[in-house]
T-cell receptor
Framework: SAVISQKPSRDICQRGTSLTIQCQVD?????MFWYRQQPGQSLTLIAT?????????ESGFVIDKFPISRPNLTFSTLTVSNMSPEDSSIYLC?????????????FGPGTRLTVT | QKEVEQNSGPLSVPEGAIASLNCTYS??????FFWYRQYSGKSPELIMS????GDKEDGRFTAQLNKASQYVSLLIRDSQPSDSATYLC??????????FGAGTTVTVRA
């Protein structure tokens, strides 16, 4: 499986500000995904990021709030814009299995965001 | 609305016993099924994937899939305290995206 890193691992931010989360993979992957895990909840997909095309957002998530970049096959960023306390969550990136064995996804360590 | 349902927890089992986790899903077109383990404060870790009907065994873990009943389960044999975690069922609907159940928290009593 791929080795995935995220920066920052955690942050405390003031409402109204923005935070950009980075996701780096040690191998080239076509598809990268961004999830949110609110306290005590399961994972919700925010968007799918493919290199060379705009991200595809799930219902309830919009580009103005969560802009995503995917400049190459090993890197992606998610920005949480104009933050409010409701954005306090763990944000996780995942990648499809680079070995192409199926639709398995592997997760990065996550970014724990607290908005005050 | 495509949904993934897991049996409500928490599930408490004595050390050495079998922990049984269940998951049902709403759409028959589902192709791929996964079990993730998530320790507190950590990210989900893939422990099992299953694609066809029947059983798949990996060490102390057995996944069972019944597509006709839209049901997938995970058995943990000889449960150890290190198995204490939240187990997430995930379903792929055929479009590379995963939908997750709410998770079942397992506690193994020493």
């Amino acid at each position: 499986s791929a080795v995935i890193s995220q920066k920052p691992s955690r942050d405390i931010c003031q409402r109204g500000t923005s935070l950009t989360i980075q996701c780096q993979v040690d191998s080239q992957v076509t598809m990268m995904f961004w999830y949110r895990q609110q306290p005590g909840q399961s994972l919700t997909l925010i968007a799918t990021a493919n290199q060379g095309s705009e991200a595809t957002y799930e219902s309830g998530f919009v580009i103005d709030k969560f802009p995503i970049s995917r400049p190459n096959l090993t890197f992606s960023t998610l920005t949480v814009s104009n933050m409010s306390p409701e954005d306090s969550s763990i944000y996780l990136c995942s990648v499809e299995d680079p070995g192409g064995r199926g639709t398995e996804q592997y997760f990065g360590p996550g970014t724990r965001l607290t908005v005050t | 609305q495509k949904e993934v349902e897991q049996n409500s927890g928490p599930l408490s089992v004595p050390e050495g016993a079998i922990a049984s986790l269940n998951c049902t899903y709403s759409d028959r077109v589902s192709q791929s099924f996964f079990w993730y383990r998530q320790y507190s404060g950590k990210s989900p870790e893939l422990i099992m994937s299953i694609y066809s009907n029947g059983d798949k065994e990996d060490g102390r873990f057995t996944a069972q899939l019944n597509k006709a009943s839209q049901y997938v389960s995970l058995l943990i044999r000889d449960s150890q305290p290190s198995d204490s975690a939240t187990y997430l069922c995930a379903v792929n609907w055929g479009d590379y995206k995963l939908s997750f159940g709410a998770g079942t928290t397992v506690t193994v009593r020493a």
